[in-house]
């Protein structure tokens, strides 16, 4: 039996996760089994938990402080434990601040002889360069879901391997007056969703932000409809309770359709920034920090922008507003500009989909990661 240590700290990650599970999986006929952290996806494609991504989750430089002592010992026993295992590899999704301090204790402390795999990499192009010394000396093989990232890493002599982007292989495009019908909106209306995050930090920052942007989109424009995509992990109810949601529905099964039915949307910077420029849907995209860990960002962060659609081109196709400049004000003169400029909306739609091409030349990408990781085990044995 193949055995195999899968860490993932992210919603993505356990989405991406999951779907490599299963695919390495059908290529191994179920003779395979897996070890690490995850989330609620992983569990369900049989992850045997080493601990559970919710508790390793942390945004901002400040906030990370306060869990370095868990952390460690976290760290601690995942590296005993894959000592003990012995697995065929460690595959490592997204999460640098926790993957690469483990890989750097199974290289260095425990010696181990099987290879690690990297899959999705950390935005090092972007903030903390520093770590391509790391990754050129603990990590075996990158594995990279940018078309920029594989020449990016030869450049500093790592062997990274352009993957394609999973999501263009998970969604097709659906007929949006049906998703609306069936979410339960009118397909007359323009529908403005929005998307705060999937961390609760992420929320308690946004969403309250963004509320007060629909009241003000919802002043000047009758006919819309508006909708709040919940992440996974988050109750409904407790979200109602918590902030006046008024006339906002809250969808919190498959938030993805709602998204892909959005005449445009407010999303915080992620993950589904990019999902939705690569659906088409046109976006403004916030983030705010503690002010601390805003501080340091602009010491550190070398990119002028914060969502993947406009790092990739290096300008700014989309709109987004980080820290003071987040504010209701700005966002609803940007979403009122997609809502009654037709042309407007238009350009932005044709620039989102120059972006999409970028990635079209890479299909299959759970069977391009499941193979190159087959590759990897037959050359160790």
């Known amino acids: ?42 569990y369900n494609e049989g992850l045997y938990p080493l601990g559970h991504s919710d508790n390793i989750s942390v945004v901002g430089f400040t906030e990370i402080i306060k869990k370095i002592p868990s952390i460690n010992n976290l760290l601690n026993n995942i590296a005993r434990c ?15 601040g926790f993957n690469i301090r483990l890989a750097k204790r199974l290289k260095k402390k425990y010696k181990i002889p099987f290879p690690i795999i990297y899959f999705i990499s950390p935005q090092i192009w972007a903030w903390h360069e520093s770590r391509i010394k790391l990754i050129k000396k603990y990590i075996d093989k990158m594995l990279v879901i940018f078309p920029f990232e594989e020449s990016f890493y030869k450049q500093y002599n790592v062997d990274a391997t ?33 998307f705060p995050g999937s961390r609760l930090m992420e929320i308690k920052q946004h969403l309250p932000v963004y509320i007060k942007s629909i009241e003000k989109i919802k002043n000047e424009n009758e006919n819309c409809e508006f909708a709040l995509g919940l992440a996974p992990g988050f109750d409904k109810k407790e979200i109602e309770k918590t902030y006046n949601m008024r006339d906002i529905q809250i969808i919190d099964q498959e938030p ?32 705010k920090l503690s002010f601390l860990s805003w501080l340091l960002s602009k010491i550190l962060i070398k990119v ?4 993947m659609t406009n790092i990739m081109v290096n300008k700014m196709l989309i709109r987004e507003y980080t820290q003071y400049q987040m504010t209701p004000k700005n966002i609803a003169q940007e979403i009122n500009k997609l809502i009654n400029n037709s042309q407007y909306y238009s350009e932005v739609q044709e620039n989102l989909l120059s972006v999409k091409n970028l990635f079209l030349n890479k299909e299959r990408v759970m069977e391009n990661v499941t193979h190159i990781i087959n590759l990897m085990d037959n050359e160790k044995n």
């Open 1 to 42: 039996m193949k055995r195999y240590i899968i860490i993932s700290g992210e919603t993505s990650g356990d989405i991406y996760g999951s779907s490599l599970m299963k695919q390495m999986k059908k290529t191994h006929h179920g003779d395979i089994a897996f070890w690490g952290i995850g989330g609620d996806k992983m």
């Open 82 to 96: 894959t000592n003990e295992i012995q697995p065929d590899g460690v595959i490592l999704i997204d999460f640098p």
């Open 162 to 194: 352009y993957v394609g982007h999973p999501f263009l292989d998970e969604w097709s495009p659906a007929n949006t007056n049906q998703q609306k019908n069936q979410l339960g909106f009118n397909p007359k209306k323009k529908l403005i969703s929005i």
């Open 256 to 287: 993805l359709q709602l998204l892909e039915c959005s005449h445009a949307a407010i999303v915080t910077s992620g993950t589904v920034s990019l999902q939705a420029s690569l659906m088409g849907v046109p976006c403004v995209v916030g983030y």
């Open 304 to 307: 002028k922008f914060i969502s």
